[in-house]
């Protein structure tokens, strides 16, 4: 059962999920590279209709992301040639449609604690025609986010490391804001010079 926070200055009650930290961090995590993951594929799809000068399929922009992923397949199995690329690519589909289902109930499902072990959470509906239930621990919800960590290379870069383009100055917001913190004398660091790394730059990203 979620917790109930009564203030005692006066603000509105809340209702608080019993997770941790780390637990709320992987589910957000989780989340985000799924927003990642279905800009990717719209990416793809487009540069594969391009590719292939065929228009843009339907489905591409459905609402629903099964059809959106059921596009790009059908796709890339009538226009790309037969080979290791399009076997890769296929296989990368099937990868997808597989977190689909896990990441449906991350994002979806109503989370709460186990109490025969309190180191596990699970996610459950109750809603009819689409009920379920799985638990997760915390070393479970950071092996789904490395997934979907590694799907997206690979929507993004289907060469893997040889097709990233090192040419891009780019400063990292981690590194800024390390900067933005006091020194140990209680200092501004100084962001007037930060040094410049290199990342590879993607139009969708714009």
Not at 45 to 64: I, M
Not at 117 to 134: C, I, M, T, W
Not at 152 to 170: H, I, R, S, T
């Amino acid at each position: 059962m979620p917790r109930i926070l009564a203030s005692l200055t006066g603000d509105p009650p809340q209702i608080a999920p019993e997770l941790t930290n780390e637990e709320i961090a992987a589910i957000g995590y989780a989340t985000v590279q799924w927003a990642y993951l279905e800009h990717g594929l719209f990416y793809r799809t487009l540069e594969a209709a391009d590719a292939a000068n065929v228009p843009l399929p339907r489905d591409a922009t459905n609402s629903a992301f099964a059809k959106r992923l059921r596009a790009f397949r059908i796709l890339i199995e009538k226009t790309e040639p037969d080979g290791s690329e399009k076997e890769r690519t296929l296989k990368l589909v099937s990868k997808i449609a597989n977190a689909e289902d896990k990441r449906h109930k991350i994002t979806h499902g109503l989370w709460d604690w186990v109490p025969e072990n309190p180191k596990r959470v699970k996610a459950s509906s109750f809603r009819p025609n689409y009920e379920f239930e799985e638990t997760f621990d915390l070393e479970k919800l950071a092996a789904f986010c490395k997934t979907l960590g590694e799907i997206n290379f690979d929507l993004e870069y289907p060469g893997g490391l040889a097709d990233v383009e090192m040419q891009v100055p780019f400063v990292s917001r981690s590194f800024l804001l390390k900067l933005g913190e006091k020194d140990s004398e209680g200092r501004d660091h100084d962001l007037a010079t930060p040094p410049e790394y290199i990342v590879p730059p993607r139009p969708w990203r714009k």
